[in-house]
Each structure stands twice: as C-alpha cells, then as structure tokens.
C-alpha cells in the first residue's frame, strides 16, 4: 500500500516538530516519519533537563558555517520572541539563567508536549518507530518522491530532511540526512564534533592530574573565537562551557589561548606583591582555585613556588604574560559521543535561505543541525531548529 501526504518530514526533533506545525496550519497534509521510539530525546535531554529552548541575544553572529550570511534570512522572521509568545501561550514558565538563556522551570517535557500538542491541532500525522530505507523520484519529470520504509511506501510532494546530525549517538543520531543529500547530488561541507570537550596529551594530564573537578572564571580564544565563561578541569583535559564554546573554533594541531586572569593587569598585581613572603601559589589563590594555582605554577618550566620576595622583575613578567596567555595544545577531542552539535553539514550555498529548499532538486528541504549552521552553546541552537524548520514550513 502507498500512502500519499502533502509533506513528509524525516526527523520528528525540534526543527522537524517546528515544520510540521507550520506547513499543517497552511492546509497541508503533513506525515512525520522518525526511527526512534521515543520522541525528541535530544530536546528532553538538553539544559541538564530544563531544556535551554532559545537565547534572547541571538544575532547571526552566534553560529559558524562556511556562508555565513545564509543564517540571516530565517532567523529575522522567525526570532527568539516568537518563540518565547509560543511557550508562553502554552503556560509554560520559565527562566533567564545567564546571558540571556532561557529555560523551562520545569522540565523539557513540557517543550516536547507543547511542540507534539501543535502538531496535533495542525493535523500532522506521526509514524513511530519508521526507518526509510529508500528515495526515490517517480516521476519522469522529477516531481514528488517515493519513499521506501519498513512500514509501508509514502507518496509526497515536499520532503523535509530534518535528521539532525551526528552528535550523541547513544540517542539515535546517524548519518541518514548526509546520505540523502549525497544521494541527489548535493555537497556536504566536512563535519567534526562540535560544543565538546578537549582531550590533551599524556604529558599534560600529568601536570593536572590532581585537578579534575576544579573550575574557574577564563578567557578562552582560538583562531577567531573567543569567550569568557567557566572552564573546567577533568580527568582526560578540559569541559566547561568556555572549552566547548571554543572547541568550534579548534583545528587540530592548533593551540588554545587562556587568559586565567581576565579583567586583571597581572604583571602590575605581581610586582604590587614582589615584597611578599608568601609563596606565589598563596598569592595567586587570591584570584585561582588554590589547587590549580599551585600544579599551574609547577608546569611552568624553570619555576619554583618560593616566596614573591625571591622573584625578579624578568621572573614576574613572564609569570604574568603565562597568567594572561597559557598556552595548551589539545591531542582531540571527546567526539561525537560527548559532542551537543554537529560542525558542517549540508552546505547551504545549495539551498536557498528563504525557503531551505534545495535550488536543484525542487521540492527538498533541509532544515535544522543537518545543515551547515552550528549555533553557540546556550540556546542558539535550537533557536536555529525552530527558524528554519519555521522557514520550510512555510513553503514545503
């Protein structure tokens, strides 16, 4: 039996809920295939389970992609206070943690129940559990698509591919929306684990290895990214929402700059301190977690923890410009598997960014982390699932 819809979308995540609303309420019969069991884990799980659903400051500045113009278009028409008015019309309440993310008071569930709520009262179809195993064009004229799934065969117009990317297997993710895209001719930019921590070098977890659990306030830049936010020591390298932010912006073989000191002009504070007899790693406890002040000061070659009165100026002012700029170049990082996103994806200089649908094959769509806009940590990426998957759904 082939079932014939309107629309059908492949990934029933946050930009595929999103779509599926959108195009319902315009009168379309809209059929939503996913393989998973359970629905939208990747949103249950996010925000430590509160859910980080948008972030009031979103610009196109908040995400990387090798065109990175192509985000403007959907993000301006669909912004982070249309989707604030939404989850309020729902009742659900919620706060502003920092920096202007947002999260559910309660639990993630209630985005998961409010998305599954719209598209019911749109209309949309759902087929749970439903793994595809084949698309095709029909049609002669290269119209329409046929899909081949484990339960029956589908008919549509518009295909939706909303399959997320490859962060957080243990949930599901998988390769299917870049294999699609291959499958009809269309370039996919390279990928790699992004928002994820970094491994470091035998050597250097020697020189940290009684720190895993500290945290402290840094400026963490590479290339051309740069954040200050809370880093964190752990038993393989560093977490923390400074590294994962700057982990977008890691290369391998690049080194991460840290400036453990930010706001603070350490060689004037250093030299303040010169007459002191307390032993540097006191002083710099001041400002540093003490346990890390004193394993940062034995990684230092050539350095002692003695007491500041032992220091020269030459001493101080390298001790300094090490506090503004620690040096540390990560062996990897954690991968996918500890990864919240995906870099690279479908390149969007083959969709259009008012529609997200592909210029050469008419009548298919890309929308959320499958494409090749990745977000920064703190809301930006699901503001990214909900505007495109907005986008497409007014048109597919």
Known sequence: MRLKKDVIIIGAGAAGMMCAMEAGKRGRSVLLLDHATKLAEKIRISGGGRCNFTNRHTTPANFLSHNPHFCRSALARFTPQHFTALVERHGIRYHEKKLGQ??????????????RRECNQAKVQWQMPCRVTNINRPSARGVGFMLETDVAEFETESLVIATGGLSIPQIGSSSLGYRIAEQFGISVTPLRAGLVPLIFARDQLAQLSELPGVALDAEV?????????????THRGLSGPATLQISSY???GSPIHINLLPGLDAKAWLLEQRRSRALLSNVLAQHLPRRFAKAWIDSIKGEQDVAMHHY?????????????DWQIKPEGTAGYKKAEVTLG????????SRTMEVRKVPGLFFIGEVVD??????GFNFQWAWASGHAAGQFA
Do not use: Y
Request: proline content about 2%; charged content about 20%; hydrophobic content about 35%.
């Open 221 to 233: 830049s590479c290339n051309t990214g740069r954040f200050r936010e809370n880093l964190l020591v």
């Open 373 to 378: 806009v990745t977000g920064h940590l703190g």
């Open 102 to 115: 947002l999260f559910c008071d309660g639990s993630s569930q209630q985005i998961i129940d409010m998305l």
């Open 312 to 324: 020269d100026d030459h001493s101080l002012n390298k001790i300094a410009a090490q506090l503004h």
């Open 250 to 252: 890691w290369k391998p």
């Open 345 to 352: 994806g479908v390149d969007t200089r083959e969709l259009s």
